[in-house]
């Protein structure tokens, strides 16, 4: 078994350890008492797919921690249980098991980003914020969503646009949890860690060209520890500077995601968010190239990167797609006052962030990654 890694995102009073490892869901309870956290009730959420296989596990190490009351609560699986619907009946529910105001519960996060955002969208909000712990069950949320304290639900046709910040108290990452994820979503993850070593890392860039890349994808067991470990440490770095977004400096986590989420969300969730951010990334790439911010031979390498991964480079055409990806692109969040921001790849392991990017131009790349 491979040890466990322990990361540390610095942020005063709100700081917090990451754990990454193998066998970790036994001792969940057992880290919780040795992190400080003392509550006797855990309002756990999750999803049916991910409950049927760690909940147990996950209930035993409570109980034999001293976790008097349990409530276990699904939401839907997948993005499409992303909404405010679900988020309402979160609240209603952990305040139905937990209506005392004396003995509010420690949130437990268990699933992916789709829990982790939602649930701890619910837990920042439930008598004005309770404390939470993630433990990431996808590749996704184990190098991304986990970590950061951006939490939200998608509303009104819009990603994310509903949401707080508010940091996990702890995040136990429990990579054999790993090894019930089908390809697609091991696949998706992947795509997130292309990102961080496309904008944030040069050495992993080349360690994944290296062959780290077919090792994460085989759940190779060294691999996932060193790379999910170098993913949390990246994005800790980000949030560390910024926490807020209000710096500018965690956009680079945006690399892919501004076309990638308009196409994530007018294809109908059709797609992953690693594979609709995987069509965001090479839109992006061939803006940059456009623009002379990066050469081709980037482009090339991160093409070769994500088609190795088995991650999509164009999506299918469709009647009205088109159209539909321009709307959720204005309505995003990160077009303020009529401005666009696009972050672009400036080789591997930079980024430069470029602002009012002519429509005709972003016209040009959402064309370009719309397969005939
Ligand atoms: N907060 C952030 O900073 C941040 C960053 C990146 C992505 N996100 C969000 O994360 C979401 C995507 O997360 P995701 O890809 O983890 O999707 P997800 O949570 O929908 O999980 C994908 C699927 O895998 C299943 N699953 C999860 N763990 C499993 C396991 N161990 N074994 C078997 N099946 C399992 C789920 O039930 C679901 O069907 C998006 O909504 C995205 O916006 C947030
Ligand atoms: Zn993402």
Same mark, same amino acid.
């Given at each position: 078994?491979?040890?466990?890694?322990?990361?540390?995102?610095?942020?005063?009073?709100?700081?917090? %350890?990451? +754990?990454?490892?193998?066998?970790?869901?036994?001792?969940?309870?057992?880290?919780?008492?040795?992190?400080?956290?003392?509550?006797?009730?855990?309002?756990?959420?999750?999803? %049916?797919?991910?409950?049927?296989?760690?909940?147990?596990?996950?209930?035993?190490?409570?109980?034999?921690?001293?976790?008097?009351?349990?409530?276990?609560?699904?939401?839907?699986?997948?993005?499409?249980?992303?909404?405010?619907?679900?988020?309402t009946k979160?609240?209603?529910?952990?305040?139905?098991?937990?209506?005392?105001?004396?003995?509010?519960?420690l949130?437990?996060?268990?699933?992916?980003?789709? +829990?982790?955002?939602?649930?701890?969208?619910?837990?920042?909000?439930?008598?004005?914020?309770?404390?939470? #712990?993630?433990?990431?069950?996808?590749?996704?949320?184990? #190098? *991304?969503?986990s970590?950061?304290?951006k939490?939200?639900v998608?509303?009104?046709?819009?990603?994310?646009?509903?949401?707080?910040?508010?940091?996990?108290?702890?995040?136990?990452?429990?990579?054999?949890?790993?090894?019930?994820?089908?390809?697609?979503?091991?696949?998706?993850?992947?795509?997130?860690?292309?990102?961080?070593?496309?904008?944030?890392?040069?050495?992993?860039?080349?360690?994944?060209?290296?062959?780290a890349?077919?090792?994460m994808?085989?759940?190779?067991?060294?691999?996932?520890?060193?790379?999910?470990?170098?993913?949390?440490?990246?994005?800790?770095?980000?949030?560390?500077? *910024?926490?807020?977004?209000?710096?500018?400096?965690?956009?680079?986590?945006?690399?892919?995601?501004?076309?990638?989420?308009?196409?994530?969300?007018?294809? *109908?969730?059709?797609?992953?968010?690693?594979?609709?951010?995987?069509v965001g990334?090479?839109?992006?790439?061939?803006?940059?190239v456009?623009?002379?911010? +990066?050469?081709?031979?980037?482009?090339?390498?991160?093409?070769?990167?994500?088609?190795?991964?088995?991650?999509?480079?164009?999506? %299918?055409?469709?009647?009205?797609l088109?159209?539909?990806?321009?709307r959720?692109l204005?309505?995003?969040?990160?077009?303020?006052?009529?401005?666009?921001?696009?972050?672009?790849?400036?080789?591997?392991?930079?980024?430069?962030?470029?602002?009012?990017?002519?429509?005709?131009?972003?016209?040009?790349?959402?064309?370009?990654v719309?397969?005939?």
């Amino acid at each position: 078994m491979s040890e466990s890694r322990r990361i540390e995102v610095n942020l005063g009073p709100r700081s917090y %350890p990451v +754990v990454i490892g193998a066998g970790l869901l036994g001792e969940f309870g057992a880290m919780l008492r040795a992190e400080g956290l003392r509550q006797t009730g855990a309002f756990l959420i999750t999803d %049916p797919n991910v409950a049927g296989h760690y909940f147990e596990k996950v209930r035993a190490s409570l109980d034999a921690a001293g976790f008097a009351k349990i409530v276990r609560h699904d939401i839907t699986a997948g993005e499409a249980g992303k909404n405010w619907d679900e988020f309402t009946k979160t609240c209603a529910a952990m305040l139905g098991a937990f209506p005392d105001a004396a003995t509010a519960p420690l949130v437990l996060l268990l699933g992916g980003g789709v +829990v982790g955002d939602l649930g701890g969208f619910a837990a920042a909000v439930f008598r004005r914020g309770v404390p939470f #712990v993630q433990i990431p069950t996808t590749l996704l949320a184990a #190098v *991304d969503s986990s970590v950061g304290g951006k939490v939200a639900v998608n509303f009104g046709g819009v990603k994310n646009i509903m949401g707080a910040f508010s940091q996990p108290r702890m995040v136990v990452c429990d990579l054999d949890a790993l090894r019930t994820l089908g390809q697609r979503e091991v696949r998706s993850g992947m795509a997130e860690v292309i990102k961080y070593g496309a904008v944030c890392s040069r050495s992993l860039f080349e360690q994944l060209e290296a062959g780290a890349l077919e090792k994460m994808l085989a759940l190779d067991p060294a691999a996932l520890t060193d790379i999910v470990a170098q993913c949390m440490r990246l994005k800790a770095d980000v949030v560390e500077q *910024d926490e807020l977004d209000r710096l500018g400096i965690r956009n680079v986590l945006n690399f892919g995601h501004t076309i990638g989420h308009a196409l994530e969300l007018s294809a *109908d969730y059709a797609l992953t968010h690693g594979e609709a951010i995987s069509v965001g990334m090479v839109a992006a790439t061939r803006m940059a190239v456009k623009f002379g911010v +990066v050469g081709e031979d980037f482009q090339k390498r991160l093409i070769a990167l994500l088609g190795r991964a088995g991650l999509p480079l164009t999506h %299918p055409d469709a009647p009205g797609l088109y159209d539909r990806i321009l709307r959720a692109l204005q309505l995003d969040k990160k077009f303020r006052d009529g401005k666009n921001l696009f972050v672009l790849p400036a080789g591997i392991g930079t980024w430069a962030p470029r602002e009012n990017v002519d429509w005709e131009l972003v016209h040009d790349c959402v064309r370009a990654v719309l397969a005939g």
